[in-house]
């Protein structure tokens, strides 16, 4: 049982480039989260997923996209790349649909760095 | 919306010290609370949730409705407690709290 598994560790990219964060959990649940999180800023939702088939904007959604593949995975896809988007950007998922009561499992994280 | 504010951006004690790391929360409803710990370089982890009322690692946190509060507490500061902590409650969209860090200095 791994958990949340998140790919890769780590990225660097120039300016425009795109590029697709995987995230994959295997503890059977509904709903999954991209988050990124940066220095002052804590961690901010940019998209979730409350069920397989389903995807909502979170509070800073713009210059991403998102796809729930499966009730396992939920990318998330980065167009044209800008050195603003430069963060650690962190999966979470959660079992329970509505109203999540239960707590989020976290995956390890992805180090991004736009140039 | 369901919102936590953590007023704390960082917190620095010695070890030993009383720790209390604030959150307070502005919605209606019963709120569903809980503590979050990231350890350096590791993943976000549950630290403790309100309705389970449990103490980990020392820490305890109460839901006091009359001042829409879930502050995190500690008696006695560790060293090994130095990390972010973020407050974050339940619901449709689970947005955090901004975090505070946690330095326990020796």
């Known amino acids: 049982n791994a958990g949340v598994t998140q790919t890769p560790k780590f990225q660097v990219l120039k300016t425009g480039q795109s590029m697709t964060l995987q995230c994959a959990q295997d503890?059977?649940?509904?709903?999954m989260y991209w988050y990124r999180q940066d220095p002052g800023m804590g961690l901010r939702l940019i998209y979730y997923s409350a069920s397989e088939g389903t995807t909502d904007k979170g509070e800073v959604p713009n210059g991403y996209n998102v796809s729930r593949l499966n009730k396992r995975e939920f990318s998330l896809r980065l167009e044209s790349a800008a050195p603003s988007q430069t963060s650690v950007y962190f999966c979470?998922?959660?079992?329970?649909?509505?109203?999540?009561?239960?707590?989020?499992?976290f995956g390890n994280g992805t180090r991004l760095t736009v140039t | 919306a369901q919102r936590v504010t953590q007023p704390e951006k960082l917190l620095s004690v010695f070890k030993g010290a009383p720790v209390e790391l604030k959150c307070n929360y502005s919605?209606?409803?019963?709120?569903?609370l809980f503590w979050y710990v990231q350890y350096s370089r590791q993943r976000l982890q549950l630290l403790l949730r309100h309705i389970s009322r449990e103490s980990i690692k020392g820490f305890t946190a109460d839901l006091n409705k009359g001042e829409t509060s879930f502050h995190l507490k500690k008696p006695f500061a560790q060293e090994e407690d130095s990390a972010m902590y973020y407050c974050a409650p339940a619901g449709n969209k689970l947005v955090f709290g901004a975090g505070t860090i946690l330095r326990v200095k020796s």
């Open positions: 979470a998922s959660t079992f329970e649909r509505f109203p999540y009561n239960s707590p989020l499992h």
């Open positions: 919605y209606s409803g019963s709120p569903e």
């Open positions: 503890m059977n649940h509904n709903s």
